[in-house]
């Protein structure tokens, strides 16, 4: 029966994964078990959403700000998927992170920008996931050096990682610029060019940093054929814990993907 079961989702992991474009959307953070359901069920109730994102440990740049809810957030995230299909992805930076995040039967694994900068958690992540059968999702370093972008993927790969997709969230910069995070296009184009095989998702909120121009930059990904876009959403975006300024509501996601237009 439990084989079946496990089956059947990682049947569904694998249908989601596959599909172009490919639609993760969800908060920023898991704040409190009403917000992870109500978010994940509207979204669900869109149809336009293929795998669910939320931050349960958060790496923030100074201390000070919610850290994310911790381990804690993980049943919740189990109870969205029980009632919605849908599959659920976490940030995860740390061997003790891989393993829980495993321990509560996450689908989907993604490195973040502030841990691909760094090739010891990079390889702390990656010696965690050997054996294991788990899609991983590999953030750009914050800054612009796409050799540790690649080296990142190559340490996952290595570790025996079949499933293997990067994430475009823009780069750092000095200085107040219209993004959060410089896009540098060509550096996402080069990428994609030398991982052949490798789909590449934009992130919108990250490289916008604010509402009003997530739809231009997604725009932007899909005129450049990436391969799908990640986009936080939450059921009150201006109260959000971690990076209010940025998040939409289930509803204003499926309007603005429904006004992109699409390659295909
Ligand atoms: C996030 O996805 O919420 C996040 C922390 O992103 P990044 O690693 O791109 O800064
Ligand atoms: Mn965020």
Not at 44 to 68: C, L, N
Not at 135 to 140: E, G
Not at 174 to 201: D, F, Q, V
Request: aromatic share 6%; net charge neutral; proline share 6%.
């Amino acid at each position: 029966m439990e084989a079946t079961e496990t089956k059947s989702a990682k049947e569904i992991v694998q249908a989601a994964w596959n599909k172009r474009p490919l639609i993760i959307s969800g908060p920023c953070s898991a704040e409190t078990e009403t917000q992870v359901i109500e978010t994940v069920t509207r979204l669900a109730k869109t149809g336009k959403v293929d795998i669910v994102r939320a931050g349960i440990w958060k790496p923030r740049t100074r201390p000070g700000s919610f850290e994310g809810i911790g381990t804690k957030g993980l049943p919740w995230l189990q109870q969205a998927r029980k009632l919605t299909g849908l599959p659920m992805a976490v940030e995860v930076a740390t061997a003790k992170q891989v393993e829980d995040a495993l321990h509560f039967d996450i689908d989907v694994l993604w490195i973040g920008a502030r841990t691909t900068v760094n090739p010891f958690s990079v390889q702390e992540v990656a010696d965690a996931l050997r054996g294991v059968d788990v899609p991983v999702l590999i953030k750009n370093p914050i800054n612009p050096d796409i050799e540790l972008w690649t080296g990142a993927v190559e340490r996952v790969a290595k570790a025996g990682i079949k499933q293997i997709g990067l994430i475009h969230r823009g780069f750092s910069s000095y200085g107040n610029t219209e993004y959060r995070n410089a896009p540098m296009w060509h550096l996402a184009i080069e990428m994609k060019r030398r991982s052949p095989g490798l789909m590449m998702i934009n992130d919108p909120s990250h490289i916008s940093g604010r509402r009003d121009i997530l739809l231009d930059v997604a725009q932007k990904a899909i005129d450049l054929d990436m391969d799908g876009l990640i986009i936080e959403s939450h059921i009150d975006p201006d109260h959000a814990w971690s990076d209010a300024k940025q998040q939409i509501t289930p509803e204003r996601l499926a309007e603005m993907l429904d006004s992109i237009k699409w390659r295909h």
